[in-house]
C-alpha cells in the first residue's frame, strides 16, 4: 500500500513539475509576443513614413545654411545644382516646381539647418 501511495506521490511531482515548466513557457512566450507585436508596430510607422515619399519625385538637399537668403529659391537651387553637378549633367529633364525650406519650428543656435525640399 505504501508502495503505490509513493508511485502517485511521485507522479504528483511529475505532473506539477511540468505544469511548471508549461506555465514559464507560456510566461516567456506572452512577453516575446508582446514584443513582437511593438515592433510591428514600429515597423508599420516607418513603413508609413516612407511611403509618402516614395510616390513622389522629390529631393532634399540637406547642409545648407539657414543663414542662405534667397528671393527665389527655385532659381537659387537651380544655379547651385549647375554648380556642383556641372552644366552637361543637368539637363533639362529636371523640371523643378517648388522649392523651399522644410516646415519646422525655428533652429536653436547651433542646430543643424533645414533642408531645402525640392
Known amino acids: 500500500m505504501l508502495e503505490r501511495i509513493d508511485m502517485h506521490v511521485e507522479r504528483l511531482d511529475m505532473v506539477e513539475r511540468?505544469?511548471?515548466?508549461v506555465n514559464d513557457e507560456q510566461a516567456t512566450s506572452a512577453g516575446t509576443q508582446q514584443q513582437k507585436e511593438k515592433t510591428i508596430l514600429v515597423l508599420q510607422a516607418k513603413a508609413?513614413?516612407?511611403?509618402?515619399?516614395?510616390?513622389?519625385?522629390?529631393?532634399?538637399?540637406?547642409?545648407?545654411?539657414?543663414?542662405?537668403d534667397v528671393s527665389n529659391m527655385e532659381s537659387f537651387v537651380e544655379l547651385l545644382l549647375i554648380e556642383l553637378l556641372g552644366h552637361e549633367t543637368f539637363s533639362d529633364i529636371f523640371v523643378e516646381v517648388w522649392a523651399h525650406r522644410s516646415l519646422a519650428p525655428h533652429l536653436v543656435p547651433g542646430a543643424c539647418p533645414h533642408p531645402i525640399l525640392e
Do not use: K, R, V, Y
Not at 18 to 21: A, G, T
Not at 49 to 67: C, M
Open 18 to 21: 511540468h505544469f511548471s515548466d
Open 48 to 68: 508609413e513614413d516612407f511611403e509618402g515619399p516614395s510616390q513622389q519625385n522629390n529631393l532634399q538637399i540637406d547642409g545648407l545654411a539657414e543663414s542662405t
